[in-house]
């Protein structure tokens, strides 16, 4: 509950400056409109009936600085009868389309955990903010990005789209193919990914998994293990419950066989493979104190990701901004806090 200490603000804006405005009022107004005038970039999301009663649609915000690139955030996007409805992670995620594919068949609809949909639909306008900036260096103008969230997730549609527009057929949830391969299967201390991918002859993997039982003529090819696909899925259950998850994974690694972990969050943040390549990259808060954050994913050979400064306080850049790049005064502040305007 400490207004300092949200962990998903502290992750998502270090190396951010932060200020205090309420630019319902003329004032504030005022000034936003002054910090919009020297600005690459504004990203917001607000529906767009809600952008136009702040005056802070498109054309509103083209009129304070041409070159204004302003990237707007929405459900459903800026047009549509859907544009106006606010949604969640989960609802966006149903009508994208994406859910109905997750999963396997014989159960409902799997939605993705951690709001999937909004960090995907941050990665697309950031991707697409940094075009709109490139163009404008050739045409001198800016203009609006329109991100729908729903939009984004159904852009991964790669082949269910296609598929019914060619077929006119609906591309169902993965088939449970009850083998075990492909599948998560508790292991000694969590689950695993057992896979017949690769080259290697069914007898490998029956050695690395160590039950006699998996050497059975029945299960030497695809076509006998998906006969018999119930009870080979019980050997590896029995077979597997006396592995640990790294072990196996490592040794099916030096068998050249493609086999899996499923890792938690503690998993991640000990893993030595990340660990190798600086993925975590440490920040020291004011209030929250020290923490490791995921860095950023792809590497740079000529730059590496570095954590400034951590995530603002609540208007600790008030001063700086304010008065050192728009002039106001400390008393000019002063009165502006005392007005409720930042």
């Known amino acids: 509950p400490h207004p300092e200490k949200s962990v998903p603000f502290l992750y998502n804006n270090t190396n951010k400056r932060g200020v205090t405005l309420d630019f319902g009022s003329a004032t504030g107004r005022g000034i936003l409109n002054s910090l919009l ?23 509103d915000l083209e009129r304070v600085n041409p070159a204004l690139v302003a990237a707007s955030i929405t459900p459903f996007g800026q047009t549509g009868p859907y544009r106006d409805l606010a949604s969640t992670d989960i609802v966006t995620c149903a009508l994208s389309g994406l859910m109905y594919h997750s999963g ?11 709001d999937q949909s909004l960090y995907v639909a941050g990665a697309n306008a950031a991707a697409a903010t940094l075009v709109a900036l ?4 050739t045409t001198g103008s ?3 990005v329109d991100v729908s969230v729903a939009e984004c997730l159904a ?6 789209v296609p ?14 193919r009850g083998s075990g391969f492909e599948e998560l299967v508790p292991a000694r201390d969590g689950y695993a990914v057992p896979s017949v991918q690769g080259s290697q002859p069914w007898s490998v993997v029956a050695d690395l998994i160590g039950l006699e039982e998996l050497h059975d003529e029945r299960f030497a090819t695809g076509a006998g293990r998906i006969e018999h696909g119930e009870e080979l899925k019980q050997l590896l259950i029995k077979g597997l419950a006396n592995w640990d998850r790294k072990p196996l994974f490592q040794a099916s690694g030096e068998r050249r066989l493609v086999f899996g972990m499923a890792q938690d969050a503690g998993d991640l943040f000990h893993c030595p493979h990340l660990r190798e390549r600086g993925f975590f990259v440490e920040s020291e808060h004011p209030v929250a104190g020290r923490a490791e954050y995921p860095g950023m994913a792809p590497k740079l050979s000529e730059g590496d990701f570095q954590i400034r400064m951590p995530a603002p306080l609540l208007g600790q850049h008030n001063a700086e901004v304010y008065c050192e790049e728009l002039g ?6 002063v009165s502006l806090r005392a007005l409720g305007v930042i």
């Open 328 to 333: 106001y005064t400390p008393g000019d502040l």
């Open 163 to 176: 598929y019914y527009t060619y077929l006119g057929a609906i591309k169902g949830r993965r088939q449970v």
């Open 155 to 160: 852009a991964h549609l790669v082949q269910a």
């Open 142 to 144: 800016g203009q609006q």
């Open 134 to 137: 490139f163009q404008r260096l």
């Open 104 to 114: 396997d068949s014989d159960r409902e609809p799997l939605h993705n955990a951690l």
């Open 37 to 59: 005038q020297s600005a690459d970039v504004l990203v917001e999301s607000f529906s767009p009936a809600e952008a136009e009663a702040l005056s802070l649609g498109y054309p």
